[in-house]
């Protein structure tokens, strides 16, 4: 068949068809095998593109266009491109049906690979004189606007060269745009575009036409999918009114004018176009504006609950002084600007009366000190005496305080841009104030001057360390705060790596004797601390650690309490890096030492003591490498096997051997240990049981996929298939293990998971074992630092309580309704929901809420806990399965208000009522109006103030909204 383009009816042909994208496929294909020539082809179009009927010439410049958009880019030549460039601007005079074809034929033609960007010139002439932009649909400006944005991709000095006439052009053509994906788009490349092209004489005109829009005003439609926000518009629109310097002038008069007006909006976009603009703008721009702007900023800033307004103008100070500073060297301004904000501050932090007034002046004191090197200089320099005078002065305990960590933070801002040395002679003087602090006998002026004493360590002089240290000793052997205890322990740590020669002399030499160790029996576990602490400075590690061992192997009374330090310091990741544990276990052996008074001490001392010497021997084995790790385990696995064989409570000296190697530790004594661990995990010891159970659950997590997983897989299931399941004693047990089977499973993304939860969903339907498969469902939820945790190298899926939810729901809804002891089963799911995130339960609320309001008849605090905290989640979300279900909420909360074992329970189904008023107070609720008010009077009385508190916000609540229409 002869192809419709050697005919003379081309024009014919495209008339009479309807959907010409069949027929310019064809005819594309023709011009890309050399068969056509698209010169030609246009010439055989002339009888539709200049038909007097407008839908004719529509439908050819559709179908042109659609043959551009299905050539290859590279096919045209530069001949080709200019005769059909010039065909298109022709074509941008005719009706304004067929512009809409031009303009999308057009915005593909620009993105040839041979298109000359000269052509563009001729054809934005023609377009800003023929069409009028804003009255096209929304998709043809937009393709206008694409159009100018390519070719500024492509070329912006050519743009540059068409002057002033296309900047006007330009400018008219968004004048009056309404749509925000159009704005939207406009406003993320306006900034190019005004930094490319210079705005000559054009400067007013066109940041009149941007600035038209500040402040946005938009809502978006509630029916739009992808609606386009007011903050996405507002967040675009800012960087274009500040985008070049010549715009500064009439920027910063506009962002004054809406600084002033009474709009929080226009406030907090005026605070962040401040903020941006000094990207952009000269420092001179802000000099004749500086009283106005700084009057403005100290206005907001002093808002008293607007927290997103006040943190606005801290950013737009902090942006304002660090452009003024770059000038600092040559213009007077920002000395005069810095200067005039300390005096102010000054004034108001000598006549605080409160904190809150102290806080709000130093604030911003330390914005303009965090600004620039040069501001902090100016105010670190100032305040610091000031401060330290205003301290003597204030005889309110909560100023000194104050002032105490002002000073912290002033020191803090110095060191941040290396300007101690220009004020050494002012922060020399903090430390005495600390020490003058924490000579008081408070707790408050002893934990705010540590706090700041550790903050300012670097400065503090010799002479004062011996008075600190006398303090500090004092409170480490006799004060029985945990607070002030930890931070007694912290200064002494931080003054240690500042003086460890005098440190040695002063607190350990001499005191860490094996005699003088052990010799003060009451402030024993005290000092034991102190010095488990500072052994982590390189220093004091030795003599301080080999002192210790030596006790734990020597001293049988003591012994335990040296221990119980050492795991809780080494367990310290801040203080005690793993290469530092494992450096400590290579120089002094810290697990032989531990491990000998483990097996010596096992059968007598109390399960704490056990327990802190196998968690301290883990977490050592838990930073060696792997070859360590493996010879470690070689140096004592049969030992302590062999005693195994004897008495089941050896096996909690294997389990800290084993429980935190890394996954690709393995050697042939890991099947024996599994086989053992089974045998265990059903045992009656409790303490042994539950560390049989987490060695089982360890060795299936991190074995390695393949053959190795599958062995251990494998004895799983062999050794569980031959237990007696006839054994109701054995039930509770078994339960436990699949506990930890599956969470084992679920933490490495196994699927196998599946199996053994669908056993534990199925145990809580019965009555015999439904409480043993809620623990269960608790230990699948609950996170444990000491069991499958990321510092034994275990696997750990970041969406596994996701996953646990629906395979949960899954397999509840298949087991159907519970007929018998539902407690338990409310209690399974209340520690499910407990732990999944909210975002996954707002998709299921359906499910969800029917069984939280079933689980609030039940006498149980934990779970009324969950369900009233997700009931209350629900209600703020005001969905409507919520509001249907209120009458029936209702009364079952007012009941909980009296709870009489728990404050929680009242407080919270009060706070729920109170949401329930506020959120969902309709018309079909008027009839609960006078029981709720009723019930909530005994909560008035309530002794319990959080518990008034929460009743009175609900009652109050109630009368305020919970009667639209009600005399």
Not at 391 to 400: G, I, M
Not at 746 to 761: A, E, G, T
Not at 775 to 804: D, F, G, V, W
Not at 915 to 941: F, G, I
Request: proline content about 4%.
């Amino acid at each position: 068949m002869e192809p419709v383009w050697h005919k003379p009816d081309l024009a014919e042909q495209i008339i009479k068809t309807d959907d010409v994208s069949q027929l310019s496929q064809s005819i594309a294909e023709d011009i890309v095998s050399g068969r056509l020539d698209i010169t030609s082809m246009t010439e055989s179009m002339a009888s539709v593109l200049t038909n007097q009927n407008v839908h004719i010439r529509e439908r050819g410049m559709i179908f042109f266009t659609q043959i551009l958009k299905e050539i290859p880019k590279d096919y045209l030549t530069e001949k080709q491109i200019k005769f059909i460039s010039k065909f298109y601007v022709d074509r941008l005079q005719d009706n304004h049906r067929v512009i809409p074809a031009v303009l999308e034929g057009y915005l593909a033609f620009v993105d040839m690979k041979n298109y000359d960007v000269k052509c563009s010139g001729e054809y934005f002439t023609a377009l800003f004189r023929d069409v009028v932009c804003q009255s096209q649909v929304r998709q043809d400006r937009y393709n206008i606007y694409m159009t100018v944005k390519k070719i500024l991709d492509l070329d912006a000095t050519y743009l540059k060269s068409l002057g002033p006439d296309f900047i006007c052009g330009l400018i008219v053509s968004m004048n009056g745009e309404r749509d925000p994906r159009n704005l939207l788009y406009l406003f993320n490349f306006l900034p190019e575009f005004l930094r490319k092209v210079p705005l000559g004489h054009l400067v007013e005109e066109v940041f009149e036409v941007i600035s038209c829009y500040y402040p946005i005003d938009f809502h978006p439609s509630p029916n739009d999918p992808a609606a386009v926000s007011r903050n996405d518009l507002a967040a675009a629109l800012c960087p274009c009114l500040c985008a070049v310097p010549v715009f500064g002038e009439q920027c910063l008069i506009l962002l004054i004018e809406k600084l002033d007006s009474s709009l929080r909006v226009a406030k907090i976009d005026s605070l962040k176009l401040l903020a941006e603009s000094c990207k952009t703008f000269k420092t001179e721009s802000y000099g004749p504006f500086l009283k106005a702007l700084w009057s403005s900023i100290q206005r907001e800033i002093s808002h008293k609950t607007d927290d997103e307004l006040k943190l606005a103008a801290h950013e737009a100070l902090s942006a304002l002084t660090a452009k003024l500073s770059t000038s600092a060297d040559s213009d007077q301004a920002f000395e005069n600007f810095t200067k005039g904000i300390l005096i102010s501050m000054q004034t108001a932090v000598a006549e605080a009366t409160t904190v809150v007034q102290f806080v709000q002046a130093t604030k911003i004191l330390l914005t303009v000190a965090n600004a620039s090197k040069q501001s902090c200089e100016i105010i670190t320099k100032s305040m610091i005496p000031a401060v330290i005078a205003y301290y003597e002065f204030k005889t309110s305990p909560k100023l000194q305080i104050a002032s105490l960590d002002f000073l912290g933070d002033l020191y803090d801002m110095a060191e941040h841009w290396k300007v101690t040395e220009c004020i050494q002679k002012q922060v020399d003087e903090i430390p005495q104030l600390c020490l003058n602090a924490v000579s008081v006998p408070s707790k408050e002026y002893q934990l705010a001057g540590f706090k700041t004493l550790i903050r300012v360590m670097s400065v503090l002089k010799t002479d004062l360390v011996v008075p600190f240290v006398e303090i500090l000793i004092y409170n480490v052997q006799n004060s029985q705060d945990d607070d002030l205890l930890s931070f007694s322990v912290e200064a002494v740590h931080a003054i240690s790596r500042k003086y460890p020669e005098l440190m040695m002399s002063l607190v350990v030499q001499g005191k860490c004797d094996l005699n003088n160790l052990t010799r003060d029996k009451t402030a024993l576990q005290k000092r034991l601390n102190l010095l488990s602490n500072l052994a982590s400075i390189d220093d004091f590690t030795k003599i301080i650690i080999e002192e210790m061992l030596k006790a734990i192997t020597t001293n049988d009374e003591e012994a335990s309490k040296v221990v119980e330090a050492l795991n809780s310091s080494i367990s310290n990741g801040s203080l005690y890096s793993e290469n530092k544990v494992a450096q400590i276990e290579s120089d002094h052996g810290l697990i032989d030492s531990v491990l000998t008074w483990l097996l010596k001490e096992i059968k007598t001392a109390s399960q704490e003591s056990l327990d802190n010497g196998c968690t301290l021997i883990a977490n050592t084995i838990s930073s060696l490498p792997s070859e360590k790790q493996l010879k470690t385990l070689s140096r004592h696995t049969n030992e302590i096997l062999d005693k195994c064989k004897t008495d089941n409570v050896y096996f909690q000296v294997l389990e800290c051997l084993y429980v935190s190697v890394n996954q690709d530790v393995y050697n042939t004594h890991f099947e024996e240990i599994m086989t053992l661990s089974l045998s265990l995990a059903l045992s009656e010891t409790d303490a042994v049981r539950l560390k049989a159970c987490y060695l089982v659950a360890n060795f299936l997590n991190k074995a390695e996929s393949g053959q190795k997983f599958e062995l251990m897989y494998e004895i799983l299931k062999n050794y569980l298939t031959s237990c007696c399941r006839d054994d109701v004693d054995l039930c509770p047990r078994l339960i436990s293990l699949y506990g930890w089977i599956t969470k084992a499973l679920i933490l490495r993304s196994s699927d196998l998971f599946q199996f053994w939860l669908n056993k534990i969903v199925i145990s809580i339907s019965n009555p015999e074992c439904s409480k043993a498969g809620s623990e269960s469902i608790r230990t699948i939820m609950t996170e444990l630092p000491n069991c499958l945790s990321a510092r034994q190298h275990c696997r750990s899926s970041l969406l596994y309580k996701q996953r646990m939810f629906q395979a949960f729901a899954s397999m509840s809804e298949k087991l159907g309704p519970i007929t018998q002891d539902k407690e338990a089963y409310y209690l399974s799911w209340a520690y499910v929901l407990e732990k999944t995130p909210k975002s996954l339960l707002n998709n299921e609320i359906s499910k969800i809420v029917p069984l939280a309001i079933d689980a609030l008849e039940y006498d149980n605090k934990d779970l009324l806990l969950v369900m009233i905290d997700l009931l209350t989640h629900f209600v703020r979300a005001n969905n409507s399965i919520m509001t249907e279900s209120l009458q029936t909420i209702l009364p079952r909360l007012i009941n909980l208000t009296t709870y009489a074992k728990s404050m929680d329970i009242r407080t919270k189904s009060l706070q729920c009522v109170y949401e329930v008023a506020n959120c969902c107070a309709t018309p079909h609720l008027l009839p609960h109006k006078q029981t709720v008010l009723l019930a909530l009077a005994p909560a008035l009385d309530d002794p319990k103030r959080l518990t008034r508190r929460a009743a009175v916000q609900a009652r109050t609540r109630w009368f305020l909204v919970g009667a639209p229409g009600e005399e």
